[in-house]
């Protein structure tokens, strides 16, 4: 009696053993579509660079890939929904610092742990922010708006959809010794959009969503937060070289799945990604928007995400940034 038992599991496990790797291929490479939930609105940096990625995805696994934008609260509600996903590879977060280096810093309490809750797949991408006004507005350099800020503190105000947008803009006011009111949104189109409609003075904006306002001639671009100016607007100085000096402020993309997801899964997605990177139409996305591609290991962007924690801290503490 107790031999048989004994054969009878050891039968069992031996299956279940034999049947990991099938079940790990059927996770990633089954025709269940993949989700790749962004935490800002249609039309941002991430949303636009997703859907690249998503292209190239699936012209490699014949999947279809679903983008699902869920904007809002600096990115929590998506980061929320993808942590408490299943970790079967079918859910991907195309995230930025915002979500996994800045809300640590400026949300006394989070829905999500950015570090445990999450599985980190690859690098994607790094870049910089242009500092942009109205093409109407008397503004016509920053040492314009330093001039217009010091003589009237509080009035000029700047727009920010996202933590990126906002700690520019705060670091900016920290390093010019100025005062400008802040006027959060839910993503960088929605504040440009008010920034069209004269609602705000200015803002600090992906590339991605000011360049098309730049070269239609809607908004003026002053200065660059990037340490070196920008291939796509060469004669834009930094802020830095406008009168901030030593002002920088980038940002980066990146991809997570919920935690706990199998490593064969990881790795699965990461060379999917990789590729995408590589891809042409990612490759104009930053080139267009002068940034750089940022392909990494799991365990490399793990490291560079513990870094740029600490970094973001240290900046949002200098600039006088109280958690909300």
Do not use: C
């Amino acid at each position: 009696m107790t031999h048989r038992f004994t054969r009878r599991h050891a039968a069992v496990a031996i299956a279940s053993a034999l049947a990991l790797p099938g079940a790990m291929a059927q996770a990633t490479s089954s025709t269940q579509p993949i989700t790749f939930v962004v935490p800002f609105a249609a039309g941002s940096a991430t949303d636009i660079l997703a859907r690249a990625l998503g292209q190239s995805v699936s012209e490699q696994t014949g999947q279809a890939v679903v983008v699902d934008n869920k904007a809002g609260a600096s990115g929590m509600i998506a980061a929320q929904a993808v942590a408490k996903a299943a970790n079967d590879g079918h859910t991907v977060m195309i995230t930025t610092n915002t979500t996994h280096a800045a809300n640590q810093h400026l949300y006394k309490k989070l829905p999500y742990d950015a570090v445990k809750d999450f599985t980190p797949i690859t690098g994607i991408g790094k870049g910089g922010q242009i500092m942009v006004v109205r093409a109407d507005a008397p503004y016509k350099s920053v040492a314009d708006v330093l001039a217009a800020a010091k003589q009237s503190p509080g009035k000029l105000s700047f727009g920010s959809g996202s933590s990126s947008s906002r700690v520019a803009g705060e670091l900016f006011q920290q390093m010019a010794d100025v005062r400008i009111l802040h006027v959060p949104y839910r993503s960088n189109p929605m504040a440009i959009t008010d920034l069209l409609g004269g609602q705000i003075t200015m803002m600090f904006t992906d590339a991605s969503t000011g360049m098309p306002q730049i070269t239609t001639g809607k908004v003026r671009a002053l200065g660059v937060t990037s340490a070196r100016r920008m291939a796509a607007l060469p004669d834009v100085p930094t802020i830095s070289e406008a009168g901030v000096k030593g002002y920088e402020m980038g940002y980066w993309f990146a991809a997570y799945t919920p935690a706990g997801t199998p490593a064969p899964v990881v790795a699965r997605l990461n060379g999917l990604l990789h590729k995408a990177i590589d891809s042409q139409p990612v490759r104009q996305f930053f080139a267009s928007s002068g940034g750089e591609v940022f392909p990494t290991s799991s365990a490399d962007l793990a490291k560079f995400q513990a870094s740029e924690t600490e970094m973001w801290g240290r900046v949002i503490k200098a600039a006088g940034i109280e958690a909300e």
